[in-house]
């Protein structure tokens, strides 16, 4: 996912973004490459850095992914009234930010 969101993203950003440590995202990416859903190369203003996108069949099979996930946070949001998303919604933005606000 985190990778899907640019067309180009540093390995050292997923770190950042996601709560692996370095070695977990290495070995993912070595993973996801070797499946060839992901692409790395060197970037071109750093050469000490590697530069990471989704490859066709990644992007299709986040795609694939992103579709379910959805569909099953529609179902089960479904289960609440208006009033009650609403609440939900403002709840969770607030969690979010103290999350950023600690750095999380």
């Known amino acids: 996912m985190a990778v899907a969101q640019a067309d180009e993203v540093?390995?050292?950003d997923v770190v950042k973004r996601t709560p692996m440590d370095k070695m977990t995202v290495s070995r993912a990416v070595a993973s996801l490459e070797e499946k060839g859903f992901v692409r790395r190369m060197?970037?071109?203003s750093d050469r000490r850095v590697s530069?990471?996108?989704?490859?066709?069949?990644?992007?299709?099979?986040f795609d694939?992914?992103?579709?379910l996930?959805?569909?099953?946070?529609?179902?089960l949001?479904?289960?609440?009234?208006?009033?009650e998303r609403?609440?939900?919604?403002q709840?969770?933005?607030k969690l979010e930010a103290r999350a950023q606000e600690n750095g999380d």
């Open 10 to 12: 540093a390995a050292r």
């Open 77 to 83: 949001l479904s289960a609440l009234s208006a009033e």
């Open 69 to 75: 996930a959805l569909a099953y946070e529609d179902d």
């Open 42 to 44: 060197t970037s071109a």
């Open 51 to 61: 530069m990471l996108s989704l490859a066709v069949s990644g992007r299709a099979l």
């Open 64 to 67: 694939r992914i992103a579709a």
């Open 91 to 93: 709840a969770l933005s």
């Open 86 to 89: 609403e609440a939900f919604e």
